[in-house]
C-alpha cells in the first residue's frame, strides 16, 4: 500500500513524473469515491503538471471541506450536496497552483432537468467530451452510479457503443446498453446499472487567462 506524505517528508525523495498513467484507487470497502474522483479528473486535466505531491495536497484539502461528515462519510460515501462543495474546493485549489497552468470550471447540466430518455443523456454528454477540440480545453465528466454500485466514478471517452472510465474501482470500459434509468431493472437485473443524471458534472480545464 502507498502511503502518500507531505513535500517536506519526501522531499529527499526522488521526484516522481508529472504524468501517470493509471487512476488513484480508493479502499475495497470504503465510500470515498467522490474525492478519488475528483484527484482522478485532475489527472486527466492536468496531465502535464499534476503529480503526486499536488495529489496528496488537493486530498488533504478535499478531506477538509468534509471533516464535519467524517467518520461516517468513510462508508457512506459523499452525497450531491457534499460534491458540491468538494467541487468548490478543487477549483479554488487548482487556481491557487499556478504550476497547474489552468483552472477547471465545473456545472451540473441536469441538476434541475429530468432526463426522460438515457439517448438524450449520452448524446449530451457525448457532445461535451467531443467538443474540447473546438474548445480547445480539456474535459472530462464525473457521473453518478446508482444501483447496484453506487458509485462517483470519472468518464473520458464516449462512442456509440460504449463509454470510458478513469476510475478508483479500476472500472474500465462498460457497453451503453448495461445503463438504465430505471431503478427497479437495475435491481432485478444484475447486468444493468442506474444512471442517477443528476449527480452529473461537467468539469473542463480553462487556462488561466480565460
Given at each position: 500500500m502507498k502511503t502518500f506524505l507531505p513535500k517536506t517528508r519526501r522531499a529527499a525523495s526522488a521526484k516522481l513524473?508529472?504524468?501517470r498513467r493509471t487512476p488513484y484507487l480508493q479502499g475495497q470497502i470504503d465510500g470515498l469515491c467522490g474525492l478519488?474522483?475528483?484527484v482522478n479528473a485532475f489527472q486527466c486535466l492536468f496531465p502535464g503538471?499534476?503529480?503526486d505531491d499536488d495529489a496528496w495536497e488537493l486530498m488533504v484539502e478535499l478531506c477538509e471541506t468534509i471533516a464535519p461528515k467524517f467518520?461516517?462519510?468513510i462508508w457512506r460515501g459523499a452525497g450531491v450536496v457534499d460534491m458540491v462543495s468538494l467541487f468548490e474546493t478543487a477549483q479554488a485549489y487548482a487556481q491557487k497552483r499556478r504550476h497547474l497552468k489552468g483552472h477547471i470550471a465545473v456545472r451540473r447540466p441536469f441538476a434541475r432537468r429530468k432526463i426522460e430518455r438515457i439517448d438524450s443523456f449520452w448524446g449530451e454528454l457525448d457532445s461535451w467530451l467531443n467538443a474540447d477540440e473546438l474548445a480547445q480545453s480539456k474535459r472530462v465528466a464525473l457521473i453518478g452510479l446508482g444501483l447496484p454500485d453506487n458509485h462517483w466514478t470519472i468518464v473520458t471517452r464516449k462512442t456509440q457503443r460504449s463509454v470510458t472510465f478513469f476510475d478508483s474501482w479500476e472500472l474500465k470500459r462498460l457497453a451503453l446498453r448495461q445503463f438504465t434509468l430505471s431503478a427497479k431493472l437495475a435491481k432485478t437485473e444484475g447486468s444493468k446499472h442506474k444512471l442517477d443524471t443528476r449527480q452529473t458534472f461537467f468539469i473542463e480545464r480553462l487556462s488561466h487567462l480565460s
Open positions: 513524473p508529472a504524468l478519488y474522483g475528483i503538471s499534476f503529480d467518520p461516517s462519510v
